[in-house]
């Protein structure tokens, strides 16, 4: 699932390209996306970012929000649609297969348009007054983002949790925006056992977790995120920062710390990548 920096990267783009443009038409092909239709007729002002989701304001106090959940990225190009087949254009990437599922497309009076691939279709779209997009459940429950959060804020949340450090991370309700790639890597870089008790984290150990999950989705943004399965920029570009990767899916590689073999397990039905040596209990 795209994360903080993927989705951000996203939005940053959307912002560039898209601004001030008008939705003419909208096509989608999946009921669960039929929500895109109302927003004919409305002009992107601007594009922000709210844990995972994507919120694309409009003209009129309207709203358009996005979830890309599991395989889903939205992309600006432009696309010959032909009945129920699609032809990609421009940009050139556009033609590479993860990104030709797409279920929403939106044209724009420039003639670019905006699309969602999507090749399971778990993604989500509402549409609606601005007030009442904010006041969705899924909005208002999001903890605090995790690349704004200060020290004292982030240590409160972490140290009133009684689950594993790992499971903590990913809780949206307790910071939103990271997932399974970034917590392992996070995890990593500050030397923390995943399954460690968050409650008993000293605050030496929260004040290297909290600086390591500046420092790791800083680097990740810059780099336009993590490739490594279904996320695609917005030009159907991959992410650079899996190749740089210090835990996420490096099993039986050896740590960049130390040199043990990594390893991976599982917890809540996810799986943690870590180092048996330095990230020991």
Request: with cysteine; aromatic share 8%; net charge positive.
């Amino acid at each position: 699932m795209p994360e903080l920096p993927e989705v951000q990267t996203i939005v940053d783009d959307l912002n560039k390209k898209v601004l001030g443009r008008k939705i003419v038409a909208a096509w989608y092909d999946w009921p669960k996306f039929r929500a895109v239709v109302k927003t004919v007729g409305q002009t992107i002002q601007k594009a922000e970012r709210r844990g995972k989701n994507i919120l694309l304001h409009l003209n009129g106090q309207k709203i358009l929000l996005i979830h890309q959940k599991m395989t889903g990225h939205l992309l600006v190009g432009q696309w010959e649609i032909k009945g129920k087949k699609i032809i990609p254009l421009a940009p050139p990437a556009l033609k590479e297969k993860i990104n030709d599922y797409l279920h929403f497309i939106l044209t724009l009076d420039d003639g670019r348009m905006i699309g969602l691939s999507d090749l399971r279709k778990f993604g989500k779209v509402v549409f609606g007054e601005a007030a009442a997009v904010e006041n969705l459940p899924e909005l208002k429950k999001l903890g605090p983002d995790a690349l704004a959060v200060k020290f004292e804020e982030f240590t409160r949340r972490i140290k009133s949790r009684h689950k594993t450090i790992y499971q903590v991370l990913m809780d949206q309700t307790t910071l939103s925006g990271i997932g399974n790639i970034y917590a392992s890597d996070i995890l990593w870089e500050a030397g923390t056992y995943p399954f460690q008790s968050a409650a008993k984290l000293t605050n030496e150990e929260l004040k290297r977790l909290w600086r390591a999950s500046k420092k790791i989705l800083k680097l990740a943004l810059k780099l336009r995120g993590t490739s490594t399965a279904d996320y695609r920029d917005t030009a159907g570009e991959k992410g650079q920062y899996g190749e740089r990767r210090l835990a996420y899916k490096r099993e039986g590689e050896p740590c960049r710390r130390c040199g043990a073999l990594m390893k991976r397990s599982k917890k809540g039905g996810r799986s943690v990548h870590f180092c048996p040596n330095c990230q020991s209990p």
